[in-house]
């Protein structure tokens, strides 16, 4: 069996059989289960592809909790992915070098993030909930992370919010509530993974990384790419992969967890 190597070890971009393609794909149940470690069969399907074309992550997460997810102590998640996209592109590397970056704060300014702030948290210490941990509002360079149980709950408090809130709604009301607040200020609220959702600026939700893809096809010996896949789990309306998923620019894959996303892998591209 093959294992995901060093870049060094995948033909130079412009020489790959499909030149022209990419494969992005989310990281949290495409690519491995929610908050868990890749698994080394999904590591060397993902390491044959990329010897046909360029791969690359999209995830709403900061750069270091994919390191967690998708790299090791001695493997850096830069050297497995042509393009990593951290925090939907906020915070990028090709090839391990990184690419220009945003802010949030910058955009929102202080006094508006603390409002925003100040009215989240009063919002969840009203919510009744079966539990709450801890970590309720995450701020990262690109968005903020809000979890009404709070990011420090365990695995299976994780499953259990998740399984109950399918039926309360807690997120759904808490997203809409907020669109009705602060919808003047031009953000986007985006339920994802199992216990929170993404607050961001409108255009900075996934398909944020395209820009970068184009930016670097115009640069001198940059690679165009003509042919764009992206393989999701959260592709409904609401979702935090349905703007790229449902994009003209992107060719959307719907999966049903990281067996799924290998499934299709081999369907689509004969691996």
Known sequence: MATATASSSYPPLEE?????????????????PARRSVTPEMLDILSRLRQKCAIGFVGGSDFSKQQEQLGTKEISVTTLFDYCFAENGLTAYKLGQPLPSSSFIKWIGEDQYKELVRYILHY?????????????????NGMINVSPIGRNA??????DFCKWDETAGVRKKFVADLRERFGHLGLTF???GQISFDVFPTGWDKTFCLTHLENEGKKPGGVQYTTIHFFGDKTYQGG???EIYSDPRTIGHSVEGPADTIRQ???????
């Open 154 to 159: 365990s695995l299976q408090e994780r499953l």
């Open 124 to 140: 969840i210490a009203d919510l009744d909930i079966p539990i709450k941990r801890g970590t309720f509002v995450e701020f990262r």
């Open 240 to 242: 935090n992969d349905y």
């Open 190 to 192: 985006s339920i994802g």
């Open 16 to 32: 790959r059989p499909l030149k022209n393609t990419i494969v992005l794909f989310d990281v949290d149940e495409t690519l491995t």
């Open 265 to 271: 892998l081999k369907e689509t591209f004969g691996l």
